[in-house]
């Protein structure tokens, strides 16, 4: 059997950083590498593992014998474990046999492994990331297309069920690479968000139990597989954001917990390194080398996966030390507050290096709280992402659509209050899988009345969400109103399309997309108060409202109106900021969207009536359960 040679990536200053927390590329130094080394070909590993008294790497090549290959400790107080092992190559899988000081023996994936065994099969691949890519197009241009004052319209998918083969197989890479970038580009979307695809070994979690958080999954094929569909993404002007998970993790024998015999990346205190919700482990935010992880964790997917954006996930339960916490379960912090300091500290150094080494990308996050400053600057005590999950809007959106709309004339605060603290932060809209799962009932499913008033309900759902000031996002199948809620273990319910109102759902989206890109008043200041004006919040009478959104200039302005009854609106008169022709832009009731084509003028001339404190005003027929959108 050949021997382990002593051989090291890291410098001093690598270590001097890692033992700092303001490492940010580990990838190129911990983990497995192929290489030459004195004219043979081999592999050179190396693990972060501080408790071991042992560390040995077994796999295919030496029969899994644990005692063959074992590593060398570093001299200085990195606790590395490194050393190179000839004739070991790519694509040969290997673990971790780790003897802790205490006795206990470990099996374990590599924390920094390029691919892994597709569960339930745990093991690590020796693999690497290179590829030449093709899409500089794209990442010259990104600075454009990933602006604030862009259109960010977001398809949110969950790759192991958005479509299935007839054996009800996943698609592989490969697939998506022709069918879902196509028909993303098809939709108009100018992004896509993956729910996680890191290995995860539970396929009900989704993708939020990580635990190869290096590796995306075998589930649909190899790293470069998966790099391929990044970048077909990219050549049809598509960005592309994932998932990302620093907040959690799960308690798998073969992953982070209890890694090296201790509590190496989760708190070692249980009221603050363990999830009661989701029975997980929660990474010790105030350990540099654990924050050293994980800065090269995100930096990892922006710089070797062309990745323009994370989502990252479940910040408010980073933030507060009492969430989802009952008295007496949780401890305060040192000025006696229930904020989680290392955290905030953490996040805010996060956003700090992605933006700096990443100035393209966008930072998201999923915060549900009241929490202040979540997209303000650092310097300006804020915790520095590019985004918000605006989650009042959505929940106060839902509920509003929800109700019979005979009693909606005394709840249009629901619909409008959102705009009282729409600017208070950069808020994305998000219509998630969050929404549609549990019990919750898909988007359709939703509203109320008969088949032709939940497709007239959602079609203004969905216009009034991509007229509303903000970034938008939309869960897979929301897009043709599929009438089951999402179940991730087969496909969506394509076969509903045949049915036309699905499809006219599908082209509502489709033209509001469209209407989205081109319509700079829709975009320009969606993050700015300057963007939007109230024409009239409040008619209870006929359950109607209608604003502004403004461009960069009195050219650009459109007004939107929502009738949020079944009822039409005969020569309803609304104000208008110029006198001229208005043009319909856009109608939801037309034939094609699933509506019913009730007759109303395609232009309007402006008439010389004051009304709703303008100038000038229009009269014009409002279809039953519709949003118009006019524009001079």
């Known amino acids: 059997m050949a021997i382990v040679k002593p051989h090291s990536f890291f410098s001093d200053f690598d270590i001097a950083l890692f033992l700092n927390g303001k490492h940010t590329r580990l990838y190129e130094k911990l983990g497995a590498f192929e290489i030459e080394l004195d004219g043979e070909i081999g592999t050179y590993f190396s693990v972060w593992a501080p408790n071991a008294e042992s560390v040995f790497v077994v796999g295919n090549f030496n029969f899994w014998d644990s005692s063959a290959h074992g590593l060398y400790p570093r001299w200085d107080s990195s606790g590395i474990w490194e ?52 899409d500089q197009t794209w990442m010259q241009e990104r600075k454009e297309k990933n602006s604030l004052n862009a259109p960010m319209s977001i398809y949110e998918v969950h790759l192991g069920s958005w479509q299935k083969t007839l054996e009800n197989e996943y698609l592989s890479y490969a697939d998506l690479s022709d069918k879902l970038v196509q028909y993303v580009k098809d939709m108009g979307f100018t992004h896509v968000e993956f729910m ?98 994980l800065l090269s964790n995100a930096a990892f997917w922006l710089d070797r996966y062309h990745i323009d954006g994370l989502r990252v996930d479940a910040v408010a339960s980073m933030l507060y030390l009492d969430y989802s916490r009952n008295e007496g379960e949780w401890e305060a912090n040192v000025y006696g507050g229930n904020h989680n300091l290392e955290a905030i500290s953490f996040l805010q150094e996060l956003n700090i290096h992605m933006y700096g080494e990443f100035p393209d990308i966008q930072m998201i996050a999923e915060e549900s709280t009241s929490f202040p400053g979540v997209t303000k600057p650092v310097f300006q005590g804020g915790l520095g992402f590019g985004q918000k999950w605006m989650m ?33 932060e950069n808020f994305c809209l998000p219509l998630s899988h969050d929404e549609v799962v549990y019990g919750k009932n898909s988007l359709l499913n939703k509203m109320p009345g008969d088949e032709w008033q939940k497709f007239a309900n959602l079609r203004v759902l969905l216009s009034e969400q991509f007229t509303h000031p903000g970034s938008k996002l939309l869960f897979m199948g929301g897009e043709f109103g599929q009438n089951e809620e999402w179940n991730h273990n087969q496909s969506l319910d394509w076969h509903e399309l045949e049915n036309p109102y699905h499809k006219g759902i599908q082209s509502t989206v489709k033209a509001l997309n469209q209407l989205y890109r081109e319509e700079a008043a829709l975009y320009s200041k969606q993050f700015s108060h300057e963007g939007f004006e109230w024409i009239e919040s409040n008619d209870q009478g006929n359950s109607v409202i209608t604003f502004i959104r403004k461009g960069e200039n009195a ?78």
């Open 83 to 134: 050393g190179f092992i000839p004739n070991v190559k790519t694509g040969e899988t290997y673990k971790y046999w780790i003897k802790s000081k205490t006795g206990e023996i470990l099996e374990k994936l590599d924390p920094m492994g390029l691919f892994c065994e597709t569960p339930p099969k745990t093991a690590s691949i020796v693999w690497n990331t290179f590829k030449e890519w093709n």
């Open 196 to 293: 996680p695809i890191m290995e995860h070994p539970y396929a009900p979690s989704w993708g939020y139990q990580i635990t190869g958080y290096f590796a995306p999954s075998s589930r649909f094929g190899d790293p470069q597989g998966f790099m391929a569909l990044v970048e077909r993404f990219h050549q049809e002007g598509i960005g592309v954001i994932l998932d990302w998970v620093p907040s959690h993790f799960p308690g798998d024998d073969h992953g982070l917990r209890n890694f090296d015999g201790g509590c190496l990346y989760e708190h070692p205190d249980p009221k603050r390194g363990f999830h009661p919700d989701w029975q997980s482990y929660i990474f010790d935010y105030g350990k540099n080398e654990v924050r050293s992880f």
């Open 555 to 632: 050219k650009q302005q459109v007004i939107v109106i929502l009738n949020l009854t079944p009822a039409p609106r005969e020569n309803y008169r609304i104000g208008v900021p110029l006198p001229g022709i208005w043009k319909v832009l856009f109608n939801s009731d037309k034939s094609e969207f699933g509506g019913s084509d009730y007759p109303i003028s395609g232009a309007v001339m402006t008439e010389e009536i004051n009304w709703q404190g303008k100038a000038f005003s229009i009269s014009l027929n409002l279809p039953p359960m519709s949003a118009v959108i006019l524009k001079a």
């Open 392 to 424: 009042g809007w959505m929940n106060d959106t839902l509920n509003f659509f929800h109700k019979d709309p005979i009693h909606r004339k005394y709840h249009l605060n629901d619909l409008t209050f959102s705009l009282i603290y729409a600017f208070t």
